[in-house]
């Protein structure tokens, strides 16, 4: 069974420092990896999404995260955050029948 | 273009009351979601449908039934709500379609029950 767990629920950062969120999976079949970020009060969007090819990918707002099949993660960065950035994040694996096991979520707070 | 909707978006029941959820997306999409949302504990499937008239349970299905009676909407019903079902529900679909497995979200409903 495919399972996620996101390493840290919450990770404070200055604004223009650099974040990196944390997660890793466990799947016993081929792996599709997504990131969904959360605004306050609205729906989950998608981020960007691992699906084959180039272990990297990046989103269009400068984050980017690395499929690493050896260490079973799939960790979120950015090199430097905007007070915009401030979400919840959530790391999903697919499962099957279009479904995805999310993980717990974190909550990225980007101070001034 | 609107994507999924939901409705209501706030609704405070009284414990043992019932209420439908309405989910409607115009992407013509087979498959539909329901989820719960509680601080902490991530997204939890309640039930999903891969097309019209038909429905499974998820994760966390008991207190809940579902409907999709038409390829666009799903329906969340509760029957007699309970303290324990205060939660934000969101609503999701996905394409169906081999090598799309992302899912687009409605922007919830928050759900009191005292």
């Known amino acids: 069974a495919q399972s996620v767990t996101q390493l840290d629920s919450q990770v404070p950062v200055f604004e223009e420092a650099p974040v990196e969120l944390r997660c890793n999976y466990s799947?016993?079949?081929?792996?599709?990896l997504f990131w969904y970020v959360q605004y306050p009060n609205q729906g989950l969007q998608l981020l960007l999404k691992?699906?084959?090819?180039?272990?990297l990918v990046e989103s269009i707002n400068g984050f980017e995260a690395e499929f690493n099949k050896s260490q079973t993660s799939f960790h979120l960065r950015k090199p430097s955050v905007h007070i915009s950035d401030t979400a919840e994040y959530f790391c999903?694996?697919?499962?099957?029948?279009?479904?995805?096991?999310f993980g717990d979520g974190t909550t990225l707070t980007v101070k001034p | 273009n609107a994507g999924v909707t939901q409705t209501p978006k706030f609704r405070v029941l009284k414990t043992g009351q019932s209420m439908t959820l309405l989910c409607a997306q115009d992407?013509?999409?087979?498959?539909m979601y329901w989820y719960r949302q509680d601080p902490g504990m991530g997204l939890r499937l309640i039930h999903y449908?891969?097309?019209?008239?038909?429905?499974a349970k998820g994760e966390v299905p008991d207190g809940y039934n579902v409907s999709r009676l038409k390829k666009q909407n799903f329906l969340l019903g509760l029957e007699s709500a309970a303290p324990s079902q205060t939660s934000v529900y969101f609503c999701?679909?996905?394409?169906?379609?081999?090598?799309?497995?992302?899912?687009?979200f409605g922007p919830g409903t928050r759900l009191t029950v005292t």
């Open positions: 999903a694996v697919y499962t099957n029948a279009g479904k995805s096991t």
């Open positions: 449908s891969v097309g019209e008239g038909t429905t």
């Open positions: 799947s016993s079949v081929s792996v599709y």
């Open positions: 999701a679909s996905n394409h169906g379609l081999a090598g799309s497995y992302e899912q687009y």
């Open positions: 691992y699906l084959s090819g180039s272990t």
């Open positions: 992407m013509n999409h087979e498959y």
